[in-house]
Structure formats: C-alpha cells, structure tokens
C-alpha cells in the first residue's frame, strides 16, 4: 500500500505484535461453549490453522474460566501456540480474581467499559481488571460497542447538547461518545499501573460510515494499537460487502493494526469464514500474503458448461486444506498464482499472467484445455471433470515442489497435514 500507515505503540499479545510498524493481525472468534473444553480447543485449532493469529474466546461464567487452563494445555500439546483471549462482560472482575490461572494462561483480556459496572462501581471493577492484567503482566482490549455504550455518558452528552443549543444528531453524539469512552478508559487504565504497550482500542459499530467517522477521529487522538471491525457485519454477502466497504477504505488509509470480520454463521456453519474473509481482504490490498490467490472466470453465455466453476471451487478447496503443510515446507508459497477460465476469450491472457493456468472450453470450442506455466504453453488437457482436477492439483504440486525453496527445518505444525492426491489418469495432448 502506498497510504502511510497509522503510528501506533506495538503491543505483544503473547508471540504476536499487534501495533508499532507490524503487519495487520487476523483475529476471530470462536462460538462454542468455552466450558466445553474438546469442542473449543478443537475449533481454536482450525480457526489457527486457517491463518487466525488470535483467537477469543468468550469467559462468561465459572465453568468457562475454569476451562481456560486446559484449553490452553492442550492447544500447547497439538502444537499450537496462538494467543488466546479472553472476552469478558459484566463480571469480568469477578472471574479474574477468583480463577487466577485463567488470569494466568489468557494472552489478553478484552474488557467493554459499557457493561462492566455502573456509577463508582464501573470505575472499581474496570481498575480490578486492569491490575490482574498488570499483576500478570497481559495486555489488554479496550473493546467499546455502539451496543453497550456508556448510557449515563450518552444520556450526558445528549443533555449538553440540547443545553447549549449544539445541534448535533443523536449518531453524531453517539459517534462522540464511543471515542470519548474509549480514551477515558484508557487514562484510567494506565493510572491502575498498565503501559501503553499493553493497550489495544476498538470502537465497533454495525453501520459502515459510523464506524469510518469514529475511527478516523479515533486516528488523531491515539497512538494506541486499534482493532478494527464492525460488531455485527451480518450474514453471508451482506456481511462480506459491508466489513471489506468499511475495513478496505480505513486500512487504505493507514488505520488499522488488527482485524476481525464479524460474519453471522448459518446454522452448522463454517466459523473459518470470518478468517478467510479477513486474510483474503488483506491480501487484496496487498497488506499481507496468505495462500495462493485463484482468478476465477465469472462465467457468461459463452460459459453453459459448469465445469470451469467447479474447477475452481475444487482448487480453491484444495489450496486451504494443504496450506498448512506447503507453509511448513516450502519457503513464499503463499505468493503463487493461479488461474481458472472458462472461455477464449480471457481465458490464455489470464492464464499467462499467473503461475499456472488453464483455460477451459467455452460453448462452441473444441473441448481441450490449454495450460500455461509462468507465461509459457505447457500442455493441453481433455477428459472428465475428476480427470481436469487431479491433473491441475498434479500440476500445482510439481510446480510448488520445484519452484520453492524446502526449509530444512519445517515449522511446528498445528494439525496433521492432508496426505497427497493420487496421480491422476488423463489424456494429454501435445
């Protein structure tokens, strides 16, 4: 990106930096029952493997802080050592201080300043947290939401401006108070013994120029790490357009250090969505390299056939389930291109600008595939759509094998790696 970047503080959430001149960080969430300790610890493990850096979890009740020490065990074990943080609402106080090895083996506490206590008690019960992470030396999360801000500072600043004749809208002063609470919480933060470089801020709304108005304003009022997201981006489309909207345009603009896409999951759903979204929406604006990227076709009345489509659904499938074990051996494999077209028309050009690709046949052409390697025609496919995809995943092995430097030492892994396709059976054509 061209657009300088915010300057924050880095802050360190166990291995990760968050902040000070680093890459932005992915981060989600998982939706299990944190006291279930096999169901969280195996979702925390899939959200890592799919290129999460962090991950929250949510701590809401005993049971859950109980929880905590041996998730963490157990994600050690498997290898995996992302940061896990924990989420704390209206008794975050309580649990800290009663189960002081959730304290202990949590890489970060997330506290909402809206809901955790009001009058005199919010300020005391918001200090207890803030000493338990400086006693364990953990940073924090200062996480304000549109939906549990403050109501004695917004009801205040809605009086003053209908005192003094301001003229300000109810979004505008809501959108005041979010900053307003967010900085207040962090003077109050340091005054209880915690450094600078162990605070992180977000000020999370659903609505996409909301949240563009408050972080801008939030930019020139802070050198603090800011995570960034809308709270309750929605379902499926909806969500995906309206985060990359809001998100794309602020860390265009240099605002930004950690992410989090926010989608609603459909029922039995995928929770590994929100971190693709997020790395595919870095990737896009060239912040960070996740996994090869895949041009697909778009498909026209030239493209009846279907086969292209499911080619590249195939091969993007492919790409995140072998990710894990081409990043442990093989050095800038998340830069390779791929390309999957489904006419003449785009089909040779898009191919030879990437690494490798193939163009399939469009309604009224001769049903060969052409393939191209680094810019050059390689060879020609035919046959079924089974035959096409374990050729393609052949040919984006051997590529990968030859192409890359192989670690002498591959790194930790977090899960076993899928095993390799079989050679596949096809025709090929000089």
């Known amino acids: 990106m061209s657009q300088q970047r915010h300057k924050t503080v880095g802050v360190k959430v166990g291995k990760v930096q968050v902040g000070g001149g680093a890459p932005v960080v992915v981060q989600s969430m998982t939706n299990t029952d944190t006291a279930d300790v096999a169901s969280t610890t195996q979702q925390c493990l899939e959200l890592a493997q799919a290129g999460s850096e962090l991950v929250r979890v949510t701590v809401n009740v005993p049971e859950a802080a109980a929880a905590v020490p041996e998730i963490k065990k157990r994600l050690l074990d498997a290898g995996c050592d992302v940061p896990i943080i924990g989420d704390f609402h209206y008794n ?4 800290l201080t009663k189960y002081p090895d959730c304290a202990r083996d949590l890489d970060k506490y997330r506290i909402n300043p809206g809901n955790v206590g009001h009058g005199q008690r919010r300020d005391e019960q918001f200090s207890t947290i803030c000493k338990v992470a400086r006693d364990n030396g953990k940073p924090v999360r200062i996480g304000v939401n549109g939906g549990s801000l403050n109501q004695e500072l917004v009801m205040r600043r809605m009086q003053e401006n209908t005192d003094k004749n301001l003229g300000k809208t109810s979004e505008e002063i809501i959108n005041e108070c979010m900053v307003l609470s967010a900085l207040e919480s ?4 340091l005054e209880c013994g915690l450094r600078k470089d162990q605070i992180i801020i977000s000020c999370k709304v659903s609505r996409p120029r909301d949240l563009l108005e408050i972080y801008r304003d939030l930019a020139k009022r802070t050198d603090q790490p800011l995570h960034l997201g809308l709270t309750e981006a929605g379902m499926g489309a909806k969500g995906l357009v309206w985060s990359s909207a809001s998100m794309g345009i602020l860390l265009g603009e240099g605002i930004g250090d950690t992410i989090r896409v926010s989608l609603t999951p459909r029922p039995g759903g995928d929770r590994r969505e929100e971190v693709y979204a997020a790395c595919e929406l870095l990737q896009s604006l060239g912040l960070r390299t996740f996994a090869p990227s895949v041009t697909a076709c778009p498909g026209c009345g030239r493209t009846t056939s279907s086969t292209f489509q499911e080619l590249a659904e195939s091969i993007q499938g492919y790409i995140r389930d072998k990710m894990p074990e081409w990043k442990r051996h093989y ?13 003449i028309v785009n089909g040779p050009g898009e191919s030879k600008a ?16 052409p393939v191209y390697i680094d810019g050059q025609k390689f060879t020609t496919l035919e046959g ?7 050729a393609f995943q052949a040919l984006v092995n051997d590529y990968i094998a030859t192409k ?6 591959p790194l930790p892994a977090s899960a076993t790696a899928a095993s390799a396709p079989a050679k596949p059976a096809l025709r090929v054509l000089a």
Do not use: D, Q
């Not at 469009?362 to 049903?367: L, R, S, V």
């Not at 079924?384 to 374990?390: D, H």
């Not at 890359?404 to 030492?409: A, F, L, M, P, S």
């Open 354 to 369: 990437s690494n490798i690709g193939i163009s399939l046949p469009g309604t009224g052409e001769a049903p060969r595939c």
């Open 92 to 95: 975050g106080h309580v649990l």
């Open 331 to 343: 050095e800038g494999v998340e830069e390779l291109k791929l390309a999957v077209m489904g006419c």
């Open 404 to 409: 890359y430097h192989k670690r002498e030492t």
């Open 384 to 390: 079924t759509y089974e035959e096409l995809s374990a």
């Open 186 to 189: 962090t003077e109050l933060a």
